[in-house]
């Protein structure tokens, strides 16, 4: 006897009896993603019938929250060539409901080998990986983490299904007037915006801590922070969701009253008088009004981000830096003296104290600056009083030893003349170097106490060329030659001739003192009409001052001469202070320096008058 098995068309059949009635949610999606076949179970998962699925496009079932994506990226699994895909998601069902899935796609292949269609395989998802908690456990689980806030339960529907007694204390209602109820009424905006929350918690959004106002039975607002739980189904259907409510009402005037302090004290420290600077991790974080005044900097630029050596020169940087990090370890720092670059290059001298502050479990460092430029140059003016005070009682000690006997010297020179008058030329020089002498120590007296001037009006001209005349002979000795361009224009001065004169010889000597290989002096006068001077000019070519020493120059006892005395250019200084008049030094190394001098133009002045 001969078994024979069902016909084709049978058995066609029969496969598609046993697809269509499988317990599990089944569906075959063709390569464009369409419905094929589905499954009874499937239909009753979503709230679909076969015949409204049947050719639509598998994306009709959308995803929360986004549902412009595809629902089983079928094109991405053709595309890798992936026989096997799975995920979890959530989907809508025909009514709206959520419902949380777990679906495995499968490629079918013909016996060729080339993709046919997809099976996909669709049951619901579980909450957790353990075992689902029981509806009574979550419930007792919320109550005991949220037990201090205010906590209800609702359905799908936003029904109030039960309430804690912190909900009460919080809002005023009593549980016999919420339980079975729509959210309150007077509560609209409650109302609205807590069911927009827990539709974001079913298309699976996480609701944690979202910070909004809310209102009491009286109308008062209450500033709370919303999270949403949804509680799941065993079949994976939101069944309910619930509610924790946090008042923020304390914790809001808490921070609004730091905030109020902070912006105060910011407030206080941007328009303090007193520069101020913060560090953190050693950079530069705030700089205040001041701060950026002090340093030339426009209050629309900033120094955030610089960092210490940033802000001083060489030695000064180094020390800045140890300080803020000494300030990082909690070390306070006493007052430091340091030399601080402005915008435009320049330098002050300030003085700055380090002060450590932890603020949000950071370190800072707050520098207050002084600035102490005008403290320094006061102190330097005294300094320099000081020296020529003790100059000028040496001067005048000294003027007086040498007078004494240069007197009794005149007599006895003038009483030999007398008795031989055959040497005559002789007594001349020897009365001319006297008168020399005497002048020198009138103008050390001069330091110590300035005589009467006889001052008359004069053609500097005249002066200068006089000066030139009488140190050309030194000058071609040293191989210099001094050329003296003197205009054509008067430049009259009110001067002590001989003062004046002792001060362009002693500029002059200078000039060729400094050129030890030969060059050429230039001696210039003009008239400066914008500022009613008369300016003289002494250049020479020589070895030049540093720039660091040109501002020492004029001081007691400084000199860059060997053998020098650091008076004569001292004198020349106070003799044109006494002219009102004064002297302007420009140097650069290896090229020469030039001496400019600055008197009134006493022909303006007359012109004037």
Not at 461 to 479: D, P, Y
């Amino acid at each position: 006897m001969q078994l024979v098995g069902p016909e084709p068309f049978q058995e066609e059949q029969l496969h598609r009896l046993l697809f269509q009635q499988a317990p599990k949610a089944l569906g075959m999606i063709d390569l464009l993603g369409r419905w094929i076949d589905v499954s009874d179970a499937l239909c009753r998962m979503f709230g679909y019938t076969r015949k409204e699925l049947i050719y639509r496009r598998c994306d009709d079932i959308p995803q929360c929250g986004h549902p412009d994506e595809s629902t089983f990226r079928f094109e991405q699994a053709l595309r890798r060539k992936l026989n096997h895909h799975a995920q979890n998601k959530v989907l809508l069902c025909k009514d709206g409901h959520p419902i949380r899935i777990s679906f495995k796609m499968t490629l079918v292949r013909d016996d060729a080998g080339q993709p046919t269609c997809f099976l996909i395989e669709i049951e619901p998802a579980s909450v957790q990986p353990a075992p689902a908690a029981g509806r009574e456990e979550q419930l007792v689980r919320a109550y005991h983490q949220k037990i201090s806030d205010a906590f209800m339960l609702l359905d799908r529907n936003g029904i109030v299904l039960d309430m804690n007694e912190t909900y009460s204390i919080m809002f005023g209602w009593l549980p016999e007037e919420v339980i079975g109820q729509s959210l309150p009424s007077e509560t609209e905006t409650l109302g609205s915006s807590l069911l927009s929350l827990m539709e974001m918690a079913g298309q699976g959004h996480d609701v944690t801590c979202y910070e909004t106002v809310k209102y009491r039975k009286d109308g008062s607002p209450v500033d709370v922070s919303v999270s949403v739980v949804p509680i799941f189904e065993d079949t994976g259907m939101i069944m309910e969701f619930a509610v924790i409510m946090k008042d923020l009402t304390l914790h809001n005037k808490l921070w609004k009253q730091a905030r109020e302090s902070e912006e105060t004290f910011a407030n206080l420290l941007e328009h303090s008088p007193e520069p101020f600077l913060v560090f953190r991790n050693s950079l530069c974080v705030y700089a205040n009004a001041a701060c950026l005044r002090m340093l030339g900097t426009d209050e629309g630029d900033s120094l955030e981000f610089r960092t210490p050596a940033q802000f001083g020169c060489q030695e000064s940087a180094k020390l800045l830096e140890e300080r803020v990090q000494r300030a990082m370890q909690g070390l306070i720092n006493g007052p430091t003296e340091l030399q601080l670059f402005r915008m435009d290059g320049t330098v002050i001298e300030v003085e700055a104290v380090f002060i450590p502050a932890l603020l949000n479990g950071e370190t800072y460092v707050h520098v207050l600056i002084r600035d102490i430029t005008e403290r320094k140059q006061t102190q330097e003016l005294f300094r320099q009083s000081d020296k020529m005070k003790a100059v000028g009682q040496m001067a005048a000690g000294l003027a007086h030893e040498i007078r004494n006997p240069l007197t009794a010297i005149k007599g006895f020179v003038q009483l030999a003349e007398m008795q031989l008058p055959s040497k005559s030329e002789y007594f001349t020089i020897i009365k001319s170097e006297i008168e020399r002498i005497d002048s020198i120590t009138s103008e050390m007296l001069m330091l110590a106490k300035p005589n009467p001037s006889r001052m008359k009006v004069m053609d500097l001209r005249g002066v200068l060329k006089g000066v030139s005349q009488l140190l050309e002979t030194q000058a071609i000795l040293s191989n210099i030659e001094i050329h003296c361009r003197l205009g054509e224009e008067p430049g009259f001065v009110l001067c002590d001739e001989n003062q004046v004169k002792q001060v362009f010889v002693n500029l002059i000597k200078n000039a060729i003192e400094a050129m030890k290989y030969g060059g050429a002096i230039t001696v210039t006068v003009c008239i400066d009409r914008d500022n009613a001077e008369i300016v003289a000019e002494v250049k020479d070519e020589g070895c030049g001052i540093p720039e660091e020493q040109i501002a020492k120059i004029g001081q007691p006892f400084y000199t860059t001469k060997e053998k020098g005395t650091g008076l004569g250019l001292m004198v020349s200084y106070k003799i044109i202070e006494n002219h009102r008049g004064k002297i302007e030094v420009y140097s650069e190394a290896g090229v020469g320096t030039k001496f400019r001098i600055r008197l009134p133009d006493a022909g303006r002045q007359r012109l004037n008058s």
